[in-house]
């Protein structure tokens, strides 16, 4: 049986039902005393300590927040999510999980806490929440669980995170990447702009893997939409929708030893 939490006074407004899914007691507690002293806007409406028991719980209650630990004997996250007929709420995964995982969480953009919980990082993801109430999308969960469970297949689509919401797109129609402070502006092949809240170093962690390149500071490329070189110190790139990145000297040598790997 669930755990129900019956605040006598109330910490803040509480405008936000969340419910902490973990097989730890110990971590349950240490979460719900993190949320009930630095983030007032979060009502604690159950503990449970199992997925069966999380499953009950969501349906009754129906949170609008779940945080949810990875790790559970018998039923893990993953399982729960896939044994809900639908995801209502938002969802903050807590976990353990090395760095590999984390790119996962990235290209899913699910949003995640590296245990133990980091205040800063908790109030991060609460604030998130309070401002932009969006249920994860199934493609959210599909790319995340993909990226998990096949780590070794490619992944075609990435999401990301813009002002007005989450915008999944194929890897492919992304041309190339331009840093703006702490976010990232794609170009894509149907030349939509496309800025996300994330900087250059995260999207560049993300897509190594899928041909693209950093050649400068502030730009990565597709390795597959490049239309010509220019030399010059560092030079420049024609892409293929005709726009000119540069190429800072430091990054010429590893981009023309991917341009040409028989030659150098």
Same mark, same amino acid.
């Given at each position: 049986?669930?755990?129900? $939490? ?5 910490? /803040?407004? /509480? ?74 709420f938002e969802l903050v995964f807590t976990t353990s999980y090395d760095q590999y995982a984390i790119k996962a969480f990235r290209f899913s953009a699910l949003d995640y806490l590296l245990k133990p919980v980091d205040r800063e990082e908790l109030q991060k993801s609460v604030? $998130? *929440? /309070? ?15 993909? $990226? ?6 490619? &992944?075609?689509? &990435? ?14 129609? &992304? ?13 894509? $092949? ?5 800025? *996300? ?46 726009? &000119?990145?540069?190429?800072?000297? /430091?990054?010429?040598?590893?981009l023309l030893k991917r341009l040409l790997p028989d030659r150098l």
């Amino acid at each position: 049986m669930f755990h129900e $939490k019956n605040h006598s006074a109330p910490v /803040g407004n /509480g405008s936000i039902k969340a419910i902490i899914v973990d097989d730890e007691p110990d971590c349950c507690e240490s979460l719900a005393t993190l949320l009930e002293r630095f983030c007032p806007e979060v009502r604690i409406t159950a503990i449970c300590n199992s997925g069966q028991e999380a499953l009950t719980a969501i349906q009754e209650i129906k949170p609008h927040l779940v945080f949810l630990d990875i790790e559970m004997p018998y039923m893990n996250g993953f399982e729960l999510l896939e044994k809900l007929p639908v995801i209502d709420f938002e969802l903050v995964f807590t976990t353990s999980y090395d760095q590999y995982a984390i790119k996962a969480f990235r290209f899913s953009a699910l949003d995640y806490l590296l245990k133990p919980v980091d205040r800063e990082e908790l109030q991060k993801s609460v604030k $998130k *929440v /309070g401002s932009w109430m969006q249920n994860p999308l199934p493609q959210q969960l599909e790319i995340l669980l993909q $990226k998990i469970n096949h780590p070794n297949n490619s &992944i075609h689509r &990435i999401a990301l995170p813009t002002m007005e919401g989450l915008q999944l797109v194929p890897i492919s129609s &992304i041309i190339s990447c331009t840093s703006e402070g702490n976010y990232t502006i794609f170009f894509m $092949k149907d030349k939509q702009k496309i800025v *996300v809240s994330r900087p250059l170093k995260e999207a560049e962690e993300m897509l190594a893997e899928h041909s693209f390149l950093r050649v400068h500071n502030s730009h990565m490329v597709n390795m597959n939409e490049i239309n010509k070189y220019m030399k010059g110190e560092g030079g420049y790139l024609v892409m293929s929708d005709g726009s &000119i990145v540069d190429v800072s000297r /430091g990054k010429k040598e590893i981009l023309l030893k991917r341009l040409l790997p028989d030659r150098l």
